[in-house]
């Protein structure tokens, strides 16, 4: 049996990732494809990366989407300020928190995990303690929205004391970006990578980085070469940059698409984009409760734009989901790791944080629980 893109079904995307792509954006992504060095696409990449700026809330030069998935770019971070042999601070509270420490010691880094329960925060005082205990620790790496708990991640002291002990900060903002504020500059995260495929409303396939003068002094000072070539921010640099030295293709089209979610942000305005999730998430958040539904994360730092709600007793998690799928064409998320089989994970980012979307999946899980 044969199958066509044409013949797939389009579903309400409410899970974890990806988000609800508006039609805005997919007809920017049928435009014609034009080359890389084209000056009309210098000149789009160009934008889009001084519109990135001012999302990520920094004026770092060396912001730009890297091309791949927000893993990706998690990769780049990683792979560019970890040298073989530097200790790595790494909070660990969830799927993403965990992946970051495996990549650190793929990097060569020596790694020390700073763990909480899935659903908590790492607190600061934990990564004080282990800075105190590693005053040679060289980055400290936490995740803003750790998509996996729902958990939203406090920065600004974390950041406070990662240079107080003279490491760099790293930070994942893949569902925090365009959902909540991120303020690299004010927080003083020295590299924050993203994703388009959460809040950003955009399709997978791009992650948008930035790196801090520091982080890139300390990638200018490095004694090896960065290992993954792909994503050596010193030769990215060279396309980046005046030269316009070929490194890669970039993926033209899909910096169509984010160029143009980028633009749909700046007509909302960042700031009206923030209440509205945390208006349509709180809202969701509230009828679940009142549904007996409990929340994973820790009260007080929880995300609205990704609910991890456990179900109510006695409910089994999997079939009700996949009858959301099936019957409603509802895209929800299930627990991952410890928390598999206990909990939904719903995702109320970017251009589905609506109320309206709040209603249809409300009724739909109103039909499914009856
Ligand atoms: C989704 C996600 C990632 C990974 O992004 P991919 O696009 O799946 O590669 C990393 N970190 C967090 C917090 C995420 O939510």
Same mark, same amino acid.
């Given at each position: 049996?044969?199958? /066509?893109?044409?013949?797939?079904?389009? /579903?309400?995307?409410l899970g974890p990732g990806?988000s609800?792509?508006?039609?805005?954006?997919?007809?920017?992504?049928?435009?014609?494809?034009?080359?890389?060095?084209?000056?009309?696409?210098?000149?789009?990449?160009?934008?889009?990366?001084?519109?990135?700026?001012?999302?990520?809330?920094?004026?770092?030069?060396?912001?730009?989407?890297?091309?791949?998935?927000?893993?990706?770019?998690?990769?780049?971070?990683?792979?560019?300020?970890?040298?073989?042999?530097?200790?790595?601070?790494?909070?660990?509270?969830?799927?993403?928190?965990?992946?970051?420490?495996?990549?650190?010691?793929?990097?060569?880094?020596?790694?020390?995990?700073?763990?909480?329960?899935?659903?908590?925060?790492?607190?600061?005082?934990?990564?004080?303690?282990?800075?105190?205990?590693?005053?040679?620790?060289?980055?400290? #790496?936490?995740? #803003?929205a750790e998509t996996s708990t729902g958990v939203r991640?406090?920065?600004?002291?974390?950041?406070?004391?990662?240079?107080?002990?003279?490491?760099?900060?790293?930070?994942?903002?893949?569902t925090a970006?365009?959902g909540t504020?991120?303020?690299?500059?004010?927080?003083?995260?020295?590299?924050?990578?993203?994703?388009?495929?959460k809040c950003?409303?955009?399709?997978?396939?791009?992650?948008?980085?930035?790196?801090?003068?520091?982080?890139?002094?300390?990638?200018?000072?490095?004694?090896?070469?960065?290992?993954?070539?792909?994503?050596?921010?010193?030769?990215?640099?060279?396309?980046?940059?005046?030269?316009?030295?070929?490194?890669?293709?970039?993926?033209?089209?899909?910096?169509?698409?984010?160029?143009?979610?980028?633009?749909?942000?700046?007509?909302?305005?960042?700031?009206?984009?923030?209440?509205?999730h #945390?208006?349509?998430g709180?809202?969701l958040?509230?009828?679940?409760?009142?549904?007996?539904?409990?929340?994973f994360a820790?009260?007080?730092?929880r995300l609205p734009q990704l609910t991890a709600a456990?179900?109510?007793?006695?409910?089994?998690?999997?079939?009700?989901?996949?009858?959301?799928?099936?019957?409603?064409?509802?895209?929800?998320g299930?627990?991952?790791?410890?928390?598999?089989?206990?909990?939904?994970r719903i995702g109320l980012m970017?251009?589905?944080a609506?109320?309206?979307?709040?209603?249809?999946?409300?009724?739909?899980?109103?039909?499914?629980?009856?």
């Amino acid at each position: 049996m044969s199958i /066509r893109v044409h013949d797939l079904e389009p /579903r309400l995307l409410l899970g974890p990732g990806p988000s609800p792509v508006p039609d805005r954006v997919l007809q920017a992504m049928a435009r014609p494809t034009l080359g890389h060095l084209d000056p009309q696409f210098l000149q789009l990449m160009d934008d889009v990366n001084e519109r990135l700026r001012g999302v990520f809330g920094t004026k770092n030069r060396m912001t730009f989407p890297v091309s791949g998935t927000g893993s990706a770019a998690m990769e780049a971070s990683l792979a560019n300020v970890v040298e073989p042999g530097d200790t790595v601070v790494v909070g660990v509270n969830g799927v993403f928190g965990t992946r970051l420490a495996e990549m650190a010691r793929r990097m060569g880094g020596e790694v020390v995990e700073v763990e909480a329960d899935w659903g908590r925060i790492i607190e600061p005082d934990q990564i004080e303690d282990a800075l105190g205990a590693h005053p040679e620790a060289a980055v400290v #790496a936490v995740v #803003a929205a750790e998509t996996s708990t729902g958990v939203r991640q406090p920065l600004d002291e974390i950041g406070r004391l990662a240079h107080a002990h003279d490491a760099m900060l790293v930070v994942d903002t893949v569902t925090a970006l365009g959902g909540t504020p991120v303020e690299v500059d004010l927080n003083g995260v020295d590299v924050a990578y993203s994703g388009t495929q959460k809040c950003l409303g955009v399709p997978p396939g791009l992650a948008p980085i930035s790196f801090s003068k520091q982080a890139i002094d300390k990638v200018e000072a490095r004694a090896t070469p960065v290992q993954s070539w792909y994503l050596d921010v010193s030769l990215l640099a060279g396309y980046l940059g005046s030269e316009r030295r070929y490194h890669h293709t970039a993926p033209i089209n899909m910096m169509y698409g984010l160029h143009e979610g980028l633009v749909a942000l700046g007509e909302e305005g960042a700031q009206a984009r923030y209440a509205r999730h #945390a208006r349509v998430g709180g809202r969701l958040q509230e009828e679940l409760e009142e549904r007996g539904f409990r929340m994973f994360a820790q009260e007080g730092y929880r995300l609205p734009q990704l609910t991890a709600a456990e179900l109510p007793d006695g409910l089994e998690e999997g079939p009700l989901r996949r009858r959301l799928l099936d019957e409603h064409g509802i895209e929800i998320g299930g627990g991952l790791g410890p928390a598999k089989g206990k909990l939904w994970r719903i995702g109320l980012m970017g251009f589905g944080a609506t109320d309206e979307n709040v209603d249809r999946l409300l009724s739909a899980i109103d039909q499914v629980l009856a």
